[in-house]
């Protein structure tokens, strides 16, 4: 799911907006996790721009429009924002740690070639193991696709 407004310091214009940004903040609500105004900026902003950013493309865009939040703030808004599960984290091989809002189940394609992130559907895999082994604990999963984008292909 997609949440969308205008993000801080700007009203929302209708009901519905208002709605969903009631839903994003009852997200902070429901994981216990405080909402200050860096944390709801950062939510806010991988919510409305599912782009997979970094860290630091996160740090500078929420700056833009209120320069309050360090880079450090911003690294730690992330982690603590990750561990309650709000955003997740996307680590892939070689590359920068990404980020996304945690809304909806989906698994990932990436581009090899120019390094563009898209959100596939998600679909169960047939035959993953539905009960623990005494070595392992299947907790979740995700598949990520490799290959070239329309645009590189």
């Known amino acids: ?49 599912p782009s997979h950013p970094t860290a630091e493309e996160i740090h500078k865009a929420i ?10 703030t911003v690294y730690k808004a992330l982690h603590a924002m990750a561990e309650a599960g709000l955003i997740r984290e996307l680590r892939l091989r070689g590359n920068a740690t990404r980020f996304e809002a ?4 989906h698994h990932h394609f990436v581009c090899d070639h120019c390094g563009t992130m898209e959100d596939i559907d998600w679909f169960e895999l047939p035959g993953l193991p539905t009960k623990s ?9 995700e598949v990520v696709l490799h290959g070239q984008c329309r645009a590189c292909s």
Do not use: E
Request: hydrophobic content about 35%; glycine content about 8%.
């Open 1 to 49: 799911m997609l949440l969308q407004w205008g993000g801080m310091g700007t009203a929302p214009p209708n009901r519905m907006q208002t709605g969903l940004r009631n839903q994003l903040l009852g997200s902070f609500r429901d994981r216990g996790v405080r909402c200050t105004a860096q944390r709801y900026a950062i939510l806010d902003h991988l919510n409305r721009y």
């Open 63 to 72: 700056n833009r429009a209120d320069p309050r939040a360090s880079l450090a």
């Open 102 to 105: 945690a809304f909806s189940r």
């Open 133 to 141: 082994s005494r070595a392992r604990k299947v907790t979740s999963y």
